[in-house]
């Protein structure tokens, strides 16, 4: 989470102002037992640990949260649940495997307020000052909604894995990059209208741009880990070069899970904040489908000390 709202610079401001099957075969009389979970054993020979309705701890992120399972399913990689976070919107519902549970057990509870216990302390290290709940509502995020898939949470889970949990770091430069991401979703956006909209490919563009900006200057506050910040102050910022040119897709979700915040301290009114929403939702859209093409980073251990603490 950012440590203060990030000021957009004032070219930003002139960018973007310009459900299973009814016909179930019946079953012989016996002790019941989740027929879900029993398809899973029958295919595997290992029933799953869990069962569909079980309530559990399941782990986001660095956090442990109470979740409900719906369904279990099969996979090459074992069981796999779906859960609903409990009072999370819907859309946060998500596929996880057996590892990322923990049963709703005491001991795991105090588990899961140790965990959030450290996440403050490490919060308030970082600001000088106990900052809690208040700092997610600081800055509303009125009007402004993105919208990302299951696919695309597990890579933001994933990227923070790698380089919080294994000591990783991406490997740069990254290819394809931010800059030819970007482009290329413009590209392809036009490509694909039949009869072009003028004003609606000028928006796009004027948000494309806008994005371009908001990356440059909230990268090295906000987007990178502390782990990465050494690498990016003696081999990018030290240097002179184009962060778009060096980091990638995990580096501009990272960005649009940010926007919100961002947005909400500027001047624009909530229709314009709603077409921004709008944009890199059709944006991660585009991500999605195209994300065997995209996401071909790869996660590196440091090679040389920059000094980064290991804690």
Known sequence: RPLSPLSPPLPVKRLLLGR??????????????????????????????FSANAYVLALHGPQLYRAKILKVKQTSEGPQYFVHYHK???????????????????????????????????QASKSGKKRPRVEEKEYPAVGMKINLSGELKKQLIDDWEHINRHDK??????????????????????????????????????????????????????????RERPLFEAEVKARGKNPLEIYGAQHLL?????????????????????????EISKLCSHISKKKAHIFLGQYVRQQKDYGVSSK
């Open 20 to 49: 299973s099957s009814p016909h179930a075969l019946p079953r012989p009389a016996s002790p019941r037992r989740p027929a879900l979970s029993l398809t899973v054993a029958m295919s595997t020979g290992v029933a799953p640990k």
């Open 88 to 122: 999370w919107n819907k859309k946060w519902d998500e596929w996880i495997g057996e590892d990322r549970i923990k049963e709703d057990t005491e001991e795991n509870r105090q588990k899961q307020q140790q965990l959030k216990k450290r996440m403050q302390e490490q």
């Open 169 to 226: 770091i991406m490997q740069l430069p990254v290819s394809p990059n931010v800059q030819e991401i970007l482009d290329f979703y413009v590209d392809n956006v036009d490509d694909n209208k039949s009869s072009p909209d003028s004003k609606s490919a000028h928006t796009t563009k004027n948000i494309v741009d806008a994005l371009k900006v908001y990356f440059e200057h909230a990268l090295g506050t906000l987007l990178l880990y502390r």
């Open 254 to 278: 990272r960005l649009f899970v940010k926007m919100p915040s961002l947005v909400a301290n500027t001047g624009l009114n909530e229709e314009q904040r709603t077409a921004i929403g709008k």
